[in-house]
């Protein structure tokens, strides 16, 4: 019996420790397909960026959490890397989605910020036609685009839907 605490224990210190100890998720925006996914920043870090693997859109999705590259979720393509300018953290984005009923995400803008105030922003684009230009509200777009963020504090991870292509985008956020 005692083994078996000891054992128990044992595997409760191998965990790793959660992301953060208190957090929200904005709405993922996109479309309804594929399947949930969460990826989280390791442990005291921030999403400074995105990696993404690219067709006629974002196929696939991994964070960037203080410059590095983590695990992602989606489909194929091209890579596509977009950050925060240094020492910036993001915690709002912009998607613009495919018109058609699946809502593909098309591409992101990362709104860029410091503890100093200062402001910054990084374009994760996919190829194709009215990707060369990110059309914000007010504007005329060809294709829909959602704002989402964290109402207070940095982003510290992703969620959404992805299957072949990622659906929907939304952060996890710090409280």
Known sequence: MRLGLGLLAGAFLLMPPPASAQESFSRAVGGAGGRPFTLRCPANTHLTGLSSLQGAYINFIAPICDGQVQHGAGGRGERRDASCPSGMYFSTMIV???????RLVKAVKMLCGNDRREVGEAVLRSPGPYSATFYFFGHSSPYPVYAT????GRAIGLHGRSGAAIDALGLICEK
């Open 149 to 152: 963020g964290c109402d207070h």
């Open 96 to 102: 613009q989605t495919l018109r058609s009923d699946n």
